[in-house]
């Protein structure tokens, strides 16, 4: 359809420009940003159904020689083991996945949501210019390094020496613990820029009835940024649980349904990890339980998603 004409007039004379004939520089250079844009997005979309479909292929494949039941119900965890000893029930390693998240969980949701509303509510700004980036900068650490951390100073000097826990060498309690610290920054950053966009007309109406600074951080604020703040929550979480080399180093390769956090654990990612990196024939049962491990980590990951939009999508609705 062609565009309307634009014309002026100066004195006597009418100038007329006509904007039907070509289509402009910007217009091209618009539409060829909105082709790139949709590229970009296409091939994001394209790559998640590649890797799906590739963990989905080998999963196929590994249930064509192990039931399903055996795998989602069993709760020994041995692969390697001769053919007369093995057991593919990845309950194990689904418990271990779970309980060092829980672990790690319970270190950085109160630390990071404290973080949150002390940089967003009382923290100056040039206290603030220098915590936040900082917090940042530890969130981009390498998960070597804390693996090597917990390994070789907070287990032996901190666990067993300051405070005398008695833990191994590796140990999901550490491994545990670490991950929490892992994790905070993003809780924490997420969560202060989510309660840093709240109005501040809202606190003002809280500070004009007589409420208190904690009264408003705790009442007006914090429930205002909740979706964003479940968001955080959820994303830390989601980073727990698809952690893999601080678990490898850390916390040990044996698949364990127990309750004692001193013992060895291994989790999804990290066998994944160890498995991948050694001497196994491709095509074999070994092999493909790499595949079947990582289609059920996904799974996981992506119920976990799920429920985290539905809880932004309830709250936002509600305060927003």
Do not use: C, H
């Not at 700004?125 to 981009?140: S, Y």
């Not at 595949?291 to 309830?314: P, Q």
Request: proline share 5%; no cysteine.
């Amino acid at each position: 359809m062609a565009e309307p004409r634009l014309a002026a007039s100066s004195g006597a004379q009418g100038v007329r420009v006509d904007l039907t004939r070509t289509p402009t520089a910007r217009s091209r250079f618009e539409t060829g940003i909105k082709i790139a844009l949709m590229a970009a997005a296409a091939l994001s979309v394209l790559t998640t159904l590649l890797i799906v479909g590739s963990l989905l292929f080998e999963t196929i494949e590994f249930f064509g020689e192990v039931p399903v039941s055996d795998f989602l119900f069993g709760t020994e965890w041995t692969p390697q083991f001769s053919a007369a000893q093995q057991s593919f029930g990845v309950i194990p390693l689904v418990w271990g996945t779970i309980y060092l998240s829980l672990i790690a969980l319970a270190v950085a949701i109160p630390l990071g949501l404290l973080s949150a509303v002390y940089l967003s509510e009382y923290a100056p700004n040039r206290v603030r210019k220098v915590v936040k980036p900082v917090l940042e900068i530890l969130a981009g650490v390498p998960t070597i390094v804390f693996g090597y951390f917990a390994l070789t100073f907070f287990s032996p000097d901190v666990l067993n020496g300051l405070l005398g826990i008695g833990v191994g060498v590796f140990n999901g309690l550490s491994a545990g613990l670490i991950m929490g610290l892992l994790v905070l920054p993003t809780i924490a950053s997420v969560a202060e820029d989510a309660m840093s966009a709240v109005p501040a007309s809202l606190r003002e109406g809280a500070f004009g009835l007589g409420a208190s600074k904690l009264q408003v951080s705790l009442r007006i604020v914090f429930p205002a940024a909740l979706s964003g703040i479940v968001a955080a929550l959820v994303l830390g979480a989601s980073r727990a649980v698809g952690e893999t080399v601080l678990v490898l180093v850390a916390g040990g390769q044996t698949p364990n349904l127990s309750l004692n956090p001193t013992e060895s654990f291994q989790t999804m990612a990290a066998y994944i990890a160890a498995q991948a990196r050694g001497d196994i024939p491709a095509g074999s049962i070994e092999y493909l339980t790499i595949f079947a491990v990582g289609f059920t980590l996904f799974v996981l990951t992506l119920l976990l998603n799920i429920v985290s939009i539905r809880l932004v999508r309830k709250y936002r609705q509600v305060y927003e």
